[in-house]
């Protein structure tokens, strides 16, 4: 009896415990160098900052790999709970709670055009006339993305757009996350590129997102207060350091909206 009574306790012991751990369902995308995808397996600082922080408040994260549209509308709806690198701006402050920033970073705009002609964007008012693409549900720059006298073509994925761009289905691409783009074109084997001499300088902040229902919530102050005694405490310095990566500095001068 003592040892039916012994293993019952045991038993619920050992639920309580995993019971007590939840799980915060976050959304994964090949953006390196700071999120590589390699088949079915995960990778990169920004993966292991929130697992870290999550851990200490009681969470552990459960990861899935989406296209960051997608992504997007999974966190406006409230299905998707984390998602890595979100950049900040007016527009997704209506359903987006910002976790961060771990850091900020020079995030320049540039305008990919084929080799040899750098001088076909001199200035933002040459992009008048020419057929740019865009990323689906990626944010540049104010200007650029509320501005309708644009000719934009939206594209899903990094992929799509180095394929329409090897076919000269347009004129340039504007590009937010440089090292992504470039390594799609290396296994595109795509070497005729440039960049345009007009780009658009900016620093941003490096934020996770969540649904806004979190807002002032207890596991979102948590949460935040972890990542950001990570950054006090040199945490989120080593781990880009881990990888072979520049970390983001703290110096939030000219971050844009």
Known sequence: MKKVTMLLILMLTFTAAHAAVKTLRADFRHRPPEMVVSGNQFSGPLKEIIEQAADKTGYKIKWRKAPFIRSLKGVKEGSVDILPRTVRNEAREKFIAFLGPIGYQNKDIIFLVKKGNEDLINH?????????????????????????????????????????????????MVVLDRESLEDALRKHKISDYAYANYKYIQKNGNYYGMPKKYAGSRMFSLLNKSLLNMVTSGEITHIYQQYGIKPPVQNKENEQP
């Open 124 to 172: 933002y008012e040459d992009l008048y006339g020419l057929k740019i693409a865009v990323k689906r549900g990626t944010a540049y720059f104010k200007r650029f993305n509320e501005d309708n006298g644009l000719e934009k073509q939206v594209h899903m994925d990094d992929t799509n757009m180095v394929r329409m761009f090897k076919r000269g289905r347009f004129d340039t």
